[in-house]
């Protein structure tokens, strides 16, 4: 579901859309720019290599493989992963993309107006795959500065993958890290990810994480206040942007829940320009319900 059409901040010339379970819930959310002028993508090191969203059973991946077929989307079907059925793809303009059997993981809740029936909905996003040069330093970092586990290793397409996890770990409490010292550093681009955004519960438990990554000789940014949440960013070491969000107030604090993502929202520093942001925008021409 889209649940917030609003603008880039940085960038009010870009939309920035929300995409999410029914209510837009924390560790649900892929979200996207749009800049149609820029370059396309050159996958390397220093990136997020690949989003795998999961979705509730074996059952559910049958559905989602006749779904891409009827869209005409080219996927490498149902592979084993760690355990788990995975299907790999590749959206239109390059992103890649991975759905993963996580029947083991609540998730988020379906959006009820959706084509996709409930019980093959995406649940939220199950695990990012990062590529790097050097798999020390990214991992000094996942480890000491944010509290991750190594916890187990796999390989896909010859390549050897090491497996962190927090918390309970499993679906929604993963990242995935690939080294590959012979890739070029990526350029992003359209197809590209921008950033992996963390979850913290509450304005005090985010101030502590910045103090953390500070300590640790990150470069970290001041909290800047969303409106619909608060974020820090650093880069890690080995080039990959992360950013630590709260988890409110959240998307209903303008909206509606019945009608989030219906109408361009703004924050309100930004309300005042609406006419000339507004201006400045592409019309957004919606896909149809049912594809």
Do not use: C
């Amino acid at each position: 579901r889209l649940v917030k059409k609003t603008v880039n901040q940085d960038d009010v010339s870009a939309y920035h859309l929300f995409y999410g379970d029914e209510t837009g819930s924390p560790g649900t959310e892929v979200t996207f720019f749009d800049w149609p002028d820029a370059g396309p993508h050159r996958p390397g090191t220093g990136e997020v290599a690949t989003i795998a969203l999961g979705v509730p059973g074996r059952p559910a991946l049958q559905y989602w493989t006749d779904r891409l077929d009827r869209a005409g989307i080219d996927h490498q079907g149902i592979e084993e992963y760690g355990g788990r059925g995975m299907i790999r793809f590749t959206d239109p303009e390059g992103q890649r993309l991975a759905l993963i059997d996580a029947s083991d993981w609540p998730g988020g809740s379906p959006w009820r107006e959706s084509p996709v029936p409930a019980e093959f909905a995406i649940r939220g996003i199950a695990f990012v795959a990062l590529v790097v040069r050097d798999l020390g330093p990214t991992e000094a970092v996942l480890r000491d500065v944010l509290g991750f586990r190594r916890a187990a290793e796999r390989a896909l397409d010859g390549h050897r993958r090491i497996v962190f996890e927090t918390g309970p770990g499993g679906p929604g409490a993963e990242v995935h890290v690939e080294v590959r010292p012979e890739l070029p550093r990526a350029r992003t681009g359209i197809g590209g990810v921008h950033h992996v955004a963390f979850r913290t519960p509450t304005d005090e438990q985010h101030r502590q994480w910045r103090e953390r990554v500070a300590v640790a000789g990150l470069a970290v940014t001041p909290v800047i206040d969303r409106y619909y949440f608060r974020s820090l960013y650093f880069r890690e070491p080995g080039g990959v942007l992360f950013e630590i969000a709260t988890d409110g107030p959240g998307f209903a604090v303008d909206e509606d829940p019945a009608h989030l993502g219906e109408r361009l929202a703004l924050p309100p520093f930004l309300e005042p320009y609406r006419a000339q942001i507004e201006a400045g925008l592409r019309p957004l021409v919606p896909a149809e319900q049912g594809h």
